[in-house]
DNA sequence: TGTACATCAGTGAACGCGCGTTCACTGATGTAC
DNA sequence: TGTACATCAGTGAACGCGCGTTCACTGATGTAC
């Protein structure tokens, strides 16, 4: 007991390290950029020398590709949660049966509240790399990557048969997309035809641009109010679609 | 005579080196990333030691701020063309006279093309900024800056009347743009009411968004045929404002 | 319960590197008489 | 046209800095008998 209890201890306070080291890394990027994720920098605001990072990682990459890996999974979590919450208070029946508007606009305020609130991660993941940082080969979040990609693909699903016709007929085919995004998507909506996954495609171009937009402060130079113009563009996006609001 | 073409020669000489450092530092950002851009590494490229720079630019930071002014400056000089000439090709009237979904559809078309050929600038103007750089007080390019934002305007404008309603009403007014944008844009177009501003803005996000994701690489990963996808987008908001194509 | 040993988080000094910037200088190019 | 001087582009050595990473170490915490 007393032996398990201690070595619990030993690993909660690594633990706590651990986090300890990610957090004050995404902290300093929030306020030097991505620039500023050095471990001496990190060290130097925890109190520690640097070379102590290396007892928690092996290499300052590892430590980017932890932080890239926590920061997607943290956004996934919370569009997910968009997800299911305004599955539930759609309507009882079935997912297909809500209504695909305001799936739509829950997820994109979902995408924009977490990217607002952690412009550093936004940064993070679809901004210009952290200086000198390699990734590992196959991508440092590839699930947390996976459920976005998917989550973004079930609000086309969700949409397709309510669009209007117009939105429908595109000239993609399945060889214009990326196999790595079809091996993601195709599982999931086996239904979802061609012109569908360009829809996804087209919503994640809108949302996407519109945010990063804001989080790179192109927006904050034009308008006080970046909310109204999120609000206007998404209501005219679901409006292009025929979905009814 | 002689002593006005030597002094000439001299002067010509010392323009030609600055447009070459100016160069260099782009092909090392194109490469490298914006962390690229250091003195020294221009220096070691251009066969020069690393203070030689100082006899062109004070200091790093102007040499960067100099690099932002000039690629600005082209990027404007091809959007204003693109403009120019969608034109003069639409119709011999007047500029409000020519159908301006082909005017969007030009000027969409020069700035995605612009970037995708200037990647590099595209970053250095609208990404992440170069590390350690301070940026002067007034901003290194306010000219080009401003005859971006009243192209955007531009368009807004020539398509104002054409909309249909639903584009024509916005809860915008006056006091939710910064006052920077209405200094650009309302001496220029006196009769442009607050939800036409509001309307250039979404033009604007809307391009800026699906060109940055390009030029990113967040689409390469998704799709072999982005100029598809880009062309599809067009299509669905010139659509979507309910202009004719 | 007490003692001997293993683990392991963190230290402190050092390495080699590339950076921006300064300094005193050299040598070629242009200028004035 | 020839000579004395001024200009000025570029050199080479040096500065102080912060970086990632390595090394041999210390001292506290946990483990086994």
Redesign the interface.
């Known amino acids: 007991m007393a032996a398990t209890r201690s070595t619990g201890r030993r690993e909660r306070l690594r633990a706590e390290t651990t986090a300890e080291i990610k957090r004050t890394a995404l902290d300093l990027m929030r306020s030097g950029?991505?620039?500023a994720i050095t471990l001496r920098a990190i060290a130097r605001e925890m109190g520690m020398t640097a070379n102590a990072i290396y007892g928690y990682f092996a290499t300052r990459d590892d430590l980017v590709t932890a932080l890239i890996a926590d920061v997607y999974t943290a956004l996934a979590d919370a569009v997910d949660a968009a997800w299911a919450a305004s599955g539930a208070s759609g309507a009882s029946g079935p997912s297909s049966r809500v209504a695909p508007a305001g799936r739509i606009t829950a997820w994109a305020h979902a995408f924009r509240g977490w990217a607002l609130a952690n412009p550093e991660g936004f940064?993070l993941i679809?901004?210009?790399?952290v200086?000198?940082y390699r990734a590992p080969e196959d991508g440092p979040a590839p699930d947390a990557a996976r459920r976005v990609?998917v989550g973004i693909a079930a609000l086309a699903d969700a949409a397709w048969s309510s669009t209007e016709p117009?939105?429908r007929d595109?000239?993609?085919g399945w060889?214009?997309?990326?196999p790595?995004?079809l091996d993601k998507v195709r599982p999931a909506f086996p239904e979802l035809p061609p012109a569908g996954v360009?829809l996804a495609?087209?919503i994640w171009?809108?949302l996407?641009?519109?945010v990063?937009?804001e989080i790179?402060g192109?927006?904050?130079?034009?308008?006080?109010?970046p909310d109204?113009?999120f609000r206007?563009?998404l209501a005219?996006l679901v409006?292009?679609l025929g979905l009814a609001a």
Chains 1, 2 share one sequence.
């Open positions: 950029g991505p620039d940064r679809y901004g210009d790399p200086p000198g990609c117009a939105c595109s000239d993609f060889d214009d997309f990326d790595g995004l360009a495609l087209r171009g809108h996407h641009g519109l990063a937009l790179y192109h927006l904050r130079a034009q308008t006080s109010a109204k113009l206007s563009e005219q409006r292009s």
